[in-house]
């Protein structure tokens, strides 16, 4: 099966999309065309909803002093997947915490930037626990009114799609390729697979391991979300020569330190895999297994151990090609 192949940067990552040629007679754009019109919606998505822009949508209402703020489909759209993470986190995915992780660091874009080594932070690293939600639950506050086409919270209460940003616009573009045979969505790590034609012929999705770079491990997939979350994203020292990274504890607004430098996650959305990552790192070895055991995953410790958790590989139907599964990087 021929496909079109795709990757341009968006979204402080890189971005792949591979589409499936749909078959002789259906009334769907090329694969080529098709790939053109979902970068070009990626672009506008990252044009409107990037904290690192201050003429985005989404700077223009953290700036709003009203508390009913007018906002596009697109905005309201990402509010609520944004309460979707952090329902399904229980409050450790938060979209709330741009004052804290304004705090250690994390102002501009760290895109195209050296992180620094993830062995030399852990080796002077806190203590290691689980992250806990924030007291209070701000992100509860945040609401959307569709009738009135408005983002509703308390002024000065400023949101990011952080946490959910990339699942969301692979999961939106997905949509816009129903009916092609089979296609790749991937935002940065945030994958989503889909098209009837991966059923019979899945991709193998490999997942980095967040110290060596090698590849941890081999999933086959045919369908649904996949995502890892790692702190070696994005590593840097902070003003007083700490280590810090970009994933908060919620409870304290400081870099969450949990025994896990990695957690991939399994989901029948991209949104939904990457609030599972994201939680389930955040949580720690115990309660980080917990969340990953219904869809499945992996965690990597901090002495790099990798542990696979629950239903992590789907079982492919027979090949009826002879070819190789096209391969994905997670």
């Known amino acids: ?157 400023r949101f990011d799609t952080g946490g959910s940003g990339k699942g969301l616009a692979a999961d939106l573009v997905a949509a816009r390729l129903r009916g092609y045979p089979r296609f790749v969505v991937d935002c940065g790590g945030d994958i989503r697979i889909g098209g009837a034609g991966a059923l019979t012929w899945p991709y193998e999705v490999f997942v980095e391991h967040p110290l060596s770079g090698e590849r941890a491990h081999l999933i086959h997939l045919g369908f649904g979300g996949i995502a890892t979350s790692g702190l070696n994203v994005r590593i840097w020292r902070d003003a007083e020569g700490r280590y810090v990274h970009h994933l908060l504890d919620p409870a304290t607004g400081e870099p969450a330190w949990t025994g896990l430098v990695g957690a991939t996650a399994l989901g029948d959305t991209a949104l939904e895999a990457e609030t599972r990552a994201k939680a389930a790192l955040l949580s720690g070895p115990v309660a980080g297994r917990r969340i990953l055991a219904e869809k499945g995953g992996l965690i990597v410790h901090d002495d790099g151990a990798v542990e696979a958790v629950g239903p992590i590989a789907v079982v492919p139907a027979p090949v009826l090609e002879d070819r190789a599964p096209a391969e994905v990087a997670a």
Do not use: Q
């Not at 620094?116 to 690293?125: G, K, N, V």
């Open 1 to 157: 099966m021929r496909e079109h192949d795709l990757t341009f940067d968006a979204m402080g990552s890189h971005v792949r999309l591979l589409i499936g040629e749909p078959p002789a007679g259906a009334d769907l754009p090329s694969a080529a065309e098709a790939a053109t019109s979902a970068r070009r919606f990626v672009r506008e998505f990252d044009a409107a909803l990037s904290r690192f822009r201050p003429e985005s949508e989404l700077c223009a209402l953290n700036a709003d002093p009203r508390e009913r703020v007018p906002a596009s489909p697109l905005l309201r759209r990402a509010v609520r997947a944004a309460r979707e993470a952090a329902e399904l986190s229980g409050g450790l995915v938060d979209p709330t915490l741009v004052d804290e992780i304004e705090r250690v660091g994390y102002v501009d874009s760290r895109a195209g930037l050296t992180g620094a080594p993830l062995a030399e932070a852990l080796r002077s690293a806190p203590g290691r626990g689980p992250a806990h939600p924030r007291p209070g639950s701000r992100w509860r506050e945040l609401a959307v009114d569709e009738e009135a086409g408005e983002v509703v919270r308390p002024p000065g209460l």
